[in-house]
Each structure stands twice: as C-alpha cells, then as structure tokens.
C-alpha cells in the first residue's frame, strides 16, 4: 500500500494512461496530490507511533511524481515530513524522500519554476539535526546502493545551501562519519563520499 501512491502516479503507472485506454486529463496529478497530500498529512498526525512510517512512505512515493510548481506552496508542511521519511525504514520510502528532497536543494536550472535557495535552506535549518544523521544512515545502509548516492548527494548540497555557522556543529560528526563510505564496495559510492567530504571540509564561514 506505501508503494501504491508511487506506482499510480508514475507515468503509465499500474497501465493507468491513454497508451492503455484509459482517459488522461491534464493536471491529473496535480489534481491526485492536491486531494491525497491533505489525507496523508492528517493521516500521520494521528496515527499511532508504530505505523506513522506508512503515512511518511506513501507521501513520499506520490510527491516523487508531482510535477514541482505544485508542491512548491506546500513546502513548509512537506519539507519536514520528508526528513522524517528520510528516516524511515523502509527503502522505497526513503529513495523516494532523498529524491524528492536532491530536487529541491539542487535545482533544475532548465526548470521555469524552483523554490528560492533562501526559502527551501530557513526551512531545513529547523531540522537538521534530524536531517544529518538520516542522512549518514541512508550513507551507510548497506544492500540499498540508490539510497547510498542519494544520501550523499544531498549531503553534499547542504555546504553550499545552509548558512556556514549552522552546518559547522555538524562539520566532525559528517567528515568522520564518511570514512566507512571511502571504503564502501561501489565505486560510486566511494566517488561521492570523496566529493561530500571535500565539500564539508572546504566550507567556509
């Protein structure tokens, strides 16, 4: 049920488009997040402790394939249940998060439509205590290599993103934590890790 979020907005998701009958309307996506996003959030908030996990993977597969203008106005409600979802156990959950999440902090610059810099860094400032150490645990998950880069990806964003003088209590426990990924079996794993620890170490105030 988490993935099915995921798996009806994907494009062709499910055989749910024109290629396969079915009639297509524009905005359609547009149209699943703007009713679901309100019941998945809702849905989270009284949920019990053991099954909250469910609520934040099942966001995080739908937002993956929502176009970006439209979550865009719901930035500071999404933002913070994508950190959560970033510590999520379960896989699908997570890859879909740190996606989502790379898409935000790294802008397409062919995009017509981004979130400022300004705007996306005030709001990961309130959590990132939360956020650096999910993401050095999706840095070393084994068996989950998309998670790996991901993480790493958006670990390496942070330098250039947050202010220097919130990211330095972080600077020891990142810079340290990393060495396990210098070794990590995929070469590109080890590329990444190399790259995010550069940043980290070159940031300056």
Same mark, same amino acid.
């Given at each position: ?106 802008? =397409? ?5 981004? &979130? ?10 309130? *959590? $990132? +205590? #939360? ?21 790493? =990806? ?5 330098? &250039? ?10 600077? *020891? $426990? +990142? #810079? ?30």
């Amino acid at each position: 049920a988490v993935e099915a979020y995921g798996k009806v907005a994907a494009s062709g998701g499910w055989g749910l488009s024109a290629k396969f009958g079915c009639v297509e309307k524009p905005l359609w996506r547009q149209k699943l997040y703007t009713r679901e996003m309100p019941r998945l959030v809702e849905g989270y908030k009284n949920a019990p402790a053991d099954t909250k996990g469910h609520y934040l993977g099942a966001l995080a597969n739908l937002l993956v394939h929502i176009p970006r203008a439209a979550v865009e106005p719901d930035l500071p409600k999404v933002l913070p249940l994508l950190v959560q979802a970033i510590k999520a156990n379960q896989p699908s959950a997570q890859s879909a998060a740190l996606s989502l999440l790379s898409a935000l902090i790294r802008p =397409d610059p062919a995009a017509k439509s981004s &979130p400022g810099a300004s705007t996306v860094a005030s709001l990961l400032q309130g *959590h $990132l +205590v #939360t956020l650096v150490s999910g993401l050095l645990e999706g840095a070393r998950m084994r068996g989950q290599i998309k998670v790996r880069c991901l993480s790493l =990806d958006c670990l390496s964003a942070l330098p &250039p993103l947050i202010p220097f003088s919130s990211l330095f209590p972080h600077r *020891h $426990l +990142v #810079t340290a934590s990393l060495a396990d990924c210098l070794s990590d079996h995929k070469r590109c794993v080890r590329a990444r890790a190399a790259e995010c620890r550069n940043a980290w170490y070159m940031m300056e105030g």
